[in-house]
T-cell receptor, first 116, second 111 residues
Framework: DGGITQSPKYLFRKEGQNVTLSCEQNLNHDAMYWYRQDPGQGLRLIYYSQIVNDFQKGDIAEGYSVSREKKESFPLTVTSAQKNPTAFYLC???????????????FGPGTRLTVL | GENVEQHPSTLSVQEGDSAVIKCTYSDSASNYFPWYKQELGKRPQLIIDIRSNVGEKKDQRIAVTLNKTAKHFSLHITETQPEDSAVYFCAASDSWGKFQFGAGTQVVVTP
């Protein structure tokens, strides 16, 4: 299960505060992803980055921001503009296998964010 | 964009019986179809995957089938055991690598 880590495991935030979730990988993967998981709704894509210094919005980007200054790191900031931020947040990274193209996504252990 | 539907949302099976989960996708450009298993409070982990140039793939008690024409793929678990109890997600991906996940299936294996 090593290779991609997230911190903290649990995070509590007061309404109106921004908070940043950490995601680090040592798998030398170019692509990284942030998902939000709510009960019964599967995994919804927030932001993704295919390469350093570049990232794109996913399906539910409003109220979130990201940066990709280093290949190993893809932090997610949950801003006060996010209306319902309480959720389980999963980070993933993905490599490329030559002619086979993109490979499986490896997930971090997740961060459970609760807004008080 | 891609849309993936997954059924059923919950599945209860007797230990030793088989379980089948079905997914459909909308984008004919999708060419990679992984299945993930997520135990309670843990990260999703890949259990099997299939690419669009293959119709079926098997790994011990689990198998996946793909029908490109009908745009659907299925996960089959045989001889289910209590440790198979988890949430299972299907996904579809094109060559860019972005996944669209199904909503998940809660599988409960009863002794």
């Amino acid at each position: 299960d090593g290779g991609i880590t997230q911190s903290p495991k649990y995070l509590f935030r007061k309404e109106g505060q921004n908070v940043t979730l950490s995601c680090e990988q040592n798998l030398n993967h170019d692509a990284m992803y942030w998902y939000r998981q709510d009960p019964g709704q599967g995994l919804r894509l927030i932001y993704y980055s295919q390469i350093v210094n570049d990232f794109q919005k996913g399906d539910i980007a409003e109220g979130y921001s990201v940066s990709r200054e280093k290949k190993e790191s893809f932090p997610l900031t949950v801003t006060s503009a996010q209306k319902n931020p309480t959720a389980f947040y999963l980070c993933a990274s993905q490599g490329t296998s030559g002619s086979r193209g993109k490979d499986e996504q490896f997930f971090g252990p997740g961060t459970r964010l609760t807004v008080l | 964009g891609e849309n993936v539907e997954q059924h059923p949302s919950t599945l209860s099976v007797q230990e030793g019986d088989s379980a089948v989960i079905k997914c459909t996708y909308s984008d004919s450009a999708s060419n990679y179809f992984p299945w993930y298993k997520q135990e309670l409070g843990k990260r999703p982990q890949l259990i099997i995957d299939i690419r669009s140039n293959v119709g079926e793939k098997k790994d011990q008690r689990i198998a996946v089938t793909l029908n490109k024409t009908a745009k659907h793929f299925s996960l089959h678990i045989t001889e289910t055991q209590p440790e198979d109890s988890a949430v299972y997600f299907c996904a579809a991906s094109d060559s860019w690598g972005k996944f669209q996940f199904g909503a998940g299936t809660q599988v409960v294996v009863t002794p």
